[in-house]
């Protein structure tokens, strides 16, 4: 059976071998070993590029979703890019500050913010708070009562649209945990309008993850106008409008949004309003920018049904079985012709949920081949873990023919760093 390959620039074939820009992968992880996840820095450099060139001439301000991937290296890439962040931790925070990120283009979002971490963004002088709550709210001024500074503040909205994606990446429903009713923000604008502590700046919003329609944008940004005018009748200045992140990336089917169409959207429902419009895309930013590469370790067959047993597991991405996701497999080396075969390719990990395929047509590999794990580049090693005492990955960032180690692989030490016996 002829099968077409998934080509990603920054990663492609050389005489059957995949290759990282100018370097033999097989370089690499004959030093550093596997489980690795690799990045193409110019191909994140591209997609950056390629954002930001979308909303050329609006007033803009483009704030990277750490979550989607906090290496230090990631983000010192797109801080020298001019890129601002958007954060949902004092972790976050903190890698931020480290990687050269400018405070004063930082937005702090989430819905359980502590005391500790508020004060934290508070002192560094960071450009927004994305408040969830009334009781958010009154901590935050709190805070900025004891450090005697003034909190600059959004509301986040709920807009009660539904993001036509995975239920555990929706956000912009009433059910779900995050923003404050649509309804409720003249009022709570009420209830601070005299607190000196605080200064409101604008609203915000984020309606899921991996969207790849543009009708739930549209929803929510018609109600999200609708607001920023209603509250303008009432005399309340409006002066930044986030509309958070959520576009999707093709890991198998999906048709990605083009970037210039959701740009006219955003122009058509918010150029009215001179306010300068904040987003917080975090996938789309990384998408094809990086890999995992894993070893066979094992074949097994149980009942003719052929499993590849690889070093990398649910640990070092969860994606497969935490959403059901779907990510492009290829064998480092195709150089030669092979049959081809329905594999499930599993993780080491004591877990049924442990896979990163399943019933994906492979080629014939033997023990110690190496295989790619496509589009890991968001949400990869963010969402690692050490489940099952295992050491997460180690990082690399390829320019050309260059290549760094930028977070080198855990040790059994760092395993029990933080940890004590019982005297
Ligand atoms: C508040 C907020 N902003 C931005 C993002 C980034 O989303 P994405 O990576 O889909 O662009 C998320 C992710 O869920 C989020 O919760």
Redesign the pocket.
Known sequence: MKRKEIKVKGFARRDGLLWGEDVDLRTITGKIGTPCFIYSRPVLLANVHRFQEAFTGMNALICF?V??NRSLAILQTLAQQGLGF?L?SGGELEAVLRAGGCPQRLIY??VGKTRDELYRALSRGIFQF?VESKEELEGIRQCAKELGCCAPVAL?VNPDVEAATHPY?G?GSAQHK?GIDLAEIPSLLETFRGWKEIRFQGL?C?I????CSLRPFHRAFSRMAQLVRDLRTAGVRVKTIDL?????VRYHREKPLCLKKYAELIRKYFAPFDAMILM???????EDAGILVTRLLYRKETRGKQFYIVDAGMNDLIRPTLYQAWHPILPINLSAKRKVRKTDVVGPLCETGDFLAKNRLLPEMEPGEELAILQAA??GYAQSSNYNARCRAAEIMITGKTWVEIRRRETLDDLFRTEVLLP
Not at 208 to 211: A, K, P, R, V
């Open positions: 979703a979550k989607a958007d949902v979002s989430g994305n986040r990446i956000t995050f915000a984020h899921g993850s991996q969207i958070g992140g959520g576009l999707g917080e895309p975090g996938r789309r930013l990384m968001a949400y």
